[in-house]
């Protein structure tokens, strides 16, 4: 069964350094996504992206975030200078959209776990 | 505002009795609504999800959810737990629109005891 992977699924940093979040969306799929989830909280709503640009952003997703579909299957989450509260499991998601109803769900990816030390 | 609440954070239940997890939603205009579990250290696995038709929707793992318009509620239920299903249980919604985004509520922990 198709499914989204996320690499690599734990990633420790140092505060300042740069980090890139890697995700395997369904290969058929035209929305992606970005969510993450500090520890012991909800999950939160970063970004989505179609058709090679972001379609809508959080108040969370500032100017040291990006994200890029470099080429036909890989999508990435760029921290320029991370901080120690970007420490999160950040969740990639991608959705297939005909414009169809059903086509509501997006599919999850198992996460990567950043700390930021 | 659009907006999600789980007002319980944890919910402990003996094993084989039935429980309800709760779910209020906040919006002026139609929603889609989902269930997702978080097992320890592993990420997002839909449960089931409504988006329109039949107000009762059945899941995975015996879990069902009533979709209630008038009290803007969907609430998770099953008529027996087990052990296994200790996990965070997350509502989601998403208003539609071009990215069908989702918000997520807090999260209700279910605790199962033997």
């Known amino acids: 069964e198709p499914e989204v992977t996320q690499t690599p699924s734990h990633q420790v940093t140092q505060m300042g350094q740069e980090v890139i979040l890697r995700c395997v969306p369904i290969?058929?799929?035209?929305?992606f996504y970005w969510y993450r989830q500090i520890l012991g909280q909800k999950v939160e709503f970063l970004v989505s992206?179609?058709?090679?640009?972001?379609?809508?952003k959080s108040e969370i997703f500032d100017d040291q975030f990006s994200v890029e579909r470099p080429d036909g299957s890989n999508f990435t989450l760029k921290i320029r200078s991370t901080k120690l509260e970007d420490s999160a499991m950040y969740f990639c998601?991608?959705?297939?959209?005909?414009?169809?109803?059903?086509?509501?769900?997006?599919?999850f990816g198992q996460g990567t776990r950043l700390t930021v030390v | 505002a659009q907006s999600v609440t789980q007002l319980d954070s944890q919910v402990p239940v003996f094993e084989e009795a039935p429980v309800e997890l709760r779910c209020n939603y906040s919006?002026?205009?139609?929603?889609?609504l989902f269930w997702y579990v978080q097992y320890p250290n592993q990420g997002l696995q839909l449960l089931l999800k409504?988006?329109?038709?039949?107000?009762l929707v059945k899941g995975i793992n015996g879990f069902e959810a009533e979709f209630n318009k008038s009290q803007t509620s969907f609430h998770l239920r099953k008529p027996s737990v087990h052990i296994s299903d200790t996990a965070e249980y997350f509502c989601?919604?998403?208003?539609?629109?071009?990215?069908?985004?989702?918000?997520f509520g807090t999260g209700t922990l279910l605790a199962v005891q033997p």
């Open positions: 998601a991608s959705r297939f959209d005909r414009g169809l109803i059903r086509d509501t769900e997006a599919f």
């Open positions: 919006s002026s205009v139609s929603v889609y």
């Open positions: 290969s058929n799929h035209l929305y």
């Open positions: 989601a919604v998403t208003f539609g629109g071009a990215t069908n985004k989702l918000i």
């Open positions: 992206f179609y058709n090679n640009e972001i379609s809508e």
């Open positions: 409504y988006l329109s038709g039949s107000t």
